[in-house]
């Protein structure tokens, strides 16, 4: 049904709506992104780090986090990795300046089956920001959402009140270990599911609300409403607005730049899909899943395991990048002089 452009000004936007029903979180390390969208909260991970940093408006952070590594001395490597983790933390804190919320800083990719490594890793992250001034109320630690980093995230939780948020999300049976394991939040993936089914399947386009990745959340946010479970629902990845619009209810949404220009100049009426309420009635079953159970069920499904296998490889490689770039500033002809 098309709308009068005099209906269409006094529309509040679908972003303005969408805001009104769930928290509104952006998928950026551009801060001007974060200037104009004004969200809650913000998300970065390895990839959005090494696409900001290549930007000139950036350059002042890398040079002082190139600064933070040398200074700390060591060897080529240590150098590399602490003026890594600097960068993302300057980054954040950046974006705090700019939010009212919490900022999520992901932990290496490549320590996702390493338990201990990544607790170790979360808690030098939030002891650099604490350098800066940014207590660890205001971070989410993002962990791969393997069975190590789940269980991870349940000792930071509960050992040192660090805030979690899982990503790289595609099974219910992750969704069950993370609920269980009481982390702060979870990013369940939308758009790389639909990828999936799109590229092993014969249906190549979905209506929004048939949406694989779209049944996947939904799934996830009733389980977890009809259960009690304290953990946000955080959707990510999304390919589109449709996606998005048909989630609308959900605790929180991250969105990229792109999208929520999108959503910003559309102006259809927007209606909770998803409801405490109806979540409730739910015809669902609660779940235990120890390790052996947990492995299982995420190995029944296909998709999930190679979207999990397969973000974890994406992000990695765009950490081997991003500490090429460092590697470059640091060592080459020590920066040509």
Request: glycine residues 6%; contains cysteine.
């Amino acid at each position: 049904m098309s709308v009068s452009p005099v209906k269409r000004q006094k529309m509040e936007s679908a972003l303005d709506q969408l805001k009104h029903h769930t928290t509104v979180v952006a998928d950026t390390g551009d801060f001007n992104a974060i200037d104009e969208y004004k969200p809650l909260d913000a998300t970065t991970n390895p990839s959005l780090i090494l696409a900001a940093a290549q930007m000139p408006a950036y350059q002042k952070l890398v040079d002082d986090a190139v600064a933070y590594g040398k200074k700390l001395g060591g060897s080529e490597e240590e150098q590399i990795k602490n003026a890594s983790d600097k960068l993302f933390v300057l980054f954040g804190a950046e974006i705090l300046k700019r939010i009212p919320g919490r900022v999520s800083t992901e932990v290496d990719a490549r320590l996702s089956f390493d338990k201990e490594g990544m607790i170790q890793r979360a808690r030098r992250l939030i002891d650099l920001y604490k350098e800066v001034g940014v207590g660890k109320d205001r971070i989410l630690i993002k962990l791969s959402s393997t069975w190590e980093g789940i269980q991870a995230g349940r000792v930071l939780e509960a050992e040192y009140g660090i805030h979690c948020n899982m990503t790289l999300l595609f099974s219910f049976a992750q969704a069950v270990a993370c609920a269980e394991a009481g982390v702060t939040l979870i990013s369940p993936f939308v758009g790389r599911i639909l990828d999936w089914y799109v590229a092993n399947g014969d249906k190549k386009a979905y209506e929004p609300s048939e949406d694989p990745g779209v049944k996947s959340v939904t799934k996830i946010y009733n389980y977890y409403k009809k259960f009690g479970y304290k953990t946000i629902v955080m959707g990510a990845s999304f390919r589109n607005t449709g996606q998005i619009k048909a989630l609308t209810g959900c605790d929180y949404l991250t969105i990229s730049p792109k999208l929520l220009a999108e959503l910003s100049k559309e102006h259809v009426k927007l209606t909770p899909t998803l409801s405490v309420k109806e979540a409730q009635a739910c015809d669902l079953e609660k779940i235990h899943l120890d390790e052996k159970a947990f492995r299982w069920h995420h190995n029944e499904d296909q998709m999930a395991v190679e979207k999990l296998s397969d973000g974890i490889r994406r992000f990695a490689a765009d950490a081997v990048k991003l500490e090429r770039m460092l590697k470059e500033r640091m060592f080459s002809t020590e920066n040509g002089k």
